[in-house]
């Protein structure tokens, strides 16, 4: 073997290969490292979401509690007529002191769209009393309620919330997407069971949050959307995927409902990091889904700046 090929061999074996051997080390350690951080970052970003949301919801749960306590609900469901209980179409000097008041707390939140009460005394149409109208929407009769299982549901929540998000029940919040809050009310003297209350929110607040809360779509390519425990996509404000399930654009089988979690996937045909953080309260997730291509773009540059390099070195 003569000096040149020794050399050569040498220059490879001694500097060339170690070199390589660094730089995907070092790739790996990095993408890794950006992984990690990101990870740590949209936890806190879907914690802020997440709060943001609750406090929507509490805010309307309020607004039901001001209704119960004022017996604005017991009042409309033991009226002598209580199919004309409706707030929109009544007459201002028609109503009680409390019913003025609560009308003028429900104006004073717009994002209502439409409110009624299941009566747990009446049969037949009496046992459905409208509080806010609607069009083009047909409510579940009593009887269907009865025979569903949030029902049982929701006299085991004895009064407590039950919220709904859309295109999880279309049967009893209808096709459009909003929000639909389900509770039980009772008459405050005796706790006794009287009705049913379901409200119905759009969710212009829930957009704003996602709006305010996303991140620079310069910087890096990331989308917010609410997912529930068993998979289906209940807000996109892409508008996108709404009402479909999420496996059917991600290959990564995921239990929802557990502690926060983080991973690499391709999710909708392309690389991501997918983080999903789920709501205490509530069953239902956050999910945060960032196009991977985006987070390593700077490691991808200093990457190929090190093949060019090395190659250079080694033609030299």
């Keep these: 073997m003569n000096l040149r090929v020794k050399l050569f061999t040498a220059f490879v074996t001694l500097i060339i290969v170690p070199l390589c051997v660094l730089g995907v080390v070092t790739f790996m350690v990095t993408s890794h490292s950006i992984e990690t951080k990101y990870s ?4 806190y970003s879907l914690k802020a979401i997440s709060y943001s949301i609750n406090s ?19 009042m409309a469901l033991i009226a002598k007529d209580p199919t004309k209980q409706d707030l929109n179409d009544a007459e201002q000097l028609n109503l009680n002191n409390s019913q003025r008041n609560f009308r003028s707390l429900l104006y004073n939140h717009p994002a209502i769209s439409y409110a009624y009460l299941y ?6 149409p009496s046992s459905t009393v409208s509080i806010f109208t609607k069009e083009d929407f047909n409510t579940l009769s009593f009887e269907e309620f009865k025979a569903h299982p ?4 929701v006299m085991a929540l004895n009064g407590v919330p039950k919220w709904l998000g859309p295109h999880e029940y279309p049967e009893i919040t209808g096709s459009d997407p909003v929000f639909t809050q389900i509770r039980l009310i009772k008459e405050l003297s005796y706790f006794k069971n009287i009705g049913i209350l379901v409200t119905q929110i759009k969710n212009w607040d829930i957009e704003l949050i996602f709006r305010n809360l996303s991140l620079n779509r310069d910087m890096q390519s ?10 289906l996509i209940l807000y996109d ?80």
């Design 237 to 316: 404000p892409n508008k996108v995927l709404d009402g479909q399930p999420i496996q059917s654009v991600m290959k990564r089988d995921v239990k929802f409902g557990g502690d926060f979690q983080s991973f690499k996937t391709a999710f909708n045909g392309e690389k991501s990091i997918v983080s999903i953080y789920h709501m205490k309260e509530y069953n239902w997730s956050l999910v945060s889904v960032t196009s991977w291509s985006s987070l390593s773009q700077e490691t991808l540059v200093f990457a190929k700046w090190f093949i060019g390099i090395t190659l250079v070195c080694l033609l030299a």
């Design 150 to 153: 949030l029902y049982q549901e």
């Design 222 to 231: 990331t989308d917010f959307m609410l997912v529930n425990d068993k998979g």
């Design 119 to 124: 009566n747990l005394q009446g049969s037949g």
């Design 56 to 74: 929507v919801l509490k805010q309307m749960d309020n607004v039901t509690d001001n209704g119960i306590a004022t017996s604005v609900f017991h």
């Design 40 to 43: 740590r970052q949209t936890e």
